[in-house]
């Protein structure tokens, strides 16, 4: 958590750039050296996504940036079929509902856009609320 991409005051972005296989890499040898399991490894390594993706909520959505804290936090791509991480993310976003887009028991409007298309719908959905103001 002392990682200084999650001390910086949202907005940001990153991706595999600064947490991909180099950065997982690293992170498993310091598990190693501590004696760590690769079961714990992994297990650590989910906990603290959970933990940075709450944390970053918590910066958000403190009243600085005019942010209420969601109601509902709709989650996609890899990490919506761990359900380690998504209880997880339940706990740390609380009271926030957490939930997969595609669950069939949900109407979020995005279940059968396929991995390859969210950005698109997700820029197209930027642009309309640009437009609007």
């Known amino acids: 958590m002392k990682h200084p991409f999650l001390q910086q005051t949202p907005p940001k972005s990153t991706g595999r750039e600064q ?21 714990d490894a992994i297990a650590t390594a989910t906990a603290f996504t959970a933990r940075s ?3 970053a909520y ?3 959505c403190n009243g600085t940036n005019n942010m209420p804290y969601p109601d509902r936090v709709i989650v996609s791509g890899g990490g919506a079929a761990n359900p380690t991480l998504m ?8 009271p926030a509902i957490v939930s997969r887009a595609g669950d069939r028991n949900e ?8 991995s390859d ?17």
């Open 19 to 39: 947490f991909g296989h180099f950065y997982a890499d690293e992170i498993f040898e310091q598990a190693c050296k501590l004696g760590l399991s690769g079961v």
């Open 53 to 55: 993706i709450g944390h």
């Open 58 to 60: 918590r910066l958000s």
């Open 87 to 94: 209880r997880m993310l339940q706990k740390e976003l609380f």
């Open 107 to 114: 109407d979020v409007g995005i279940s059968s856009v396929s």
């Open 117 to 133: 298309s969210k950005e698109a719908v997700a820029f197209a959905l930027f642009a309309y609320q640009a437009v609007l103001g």
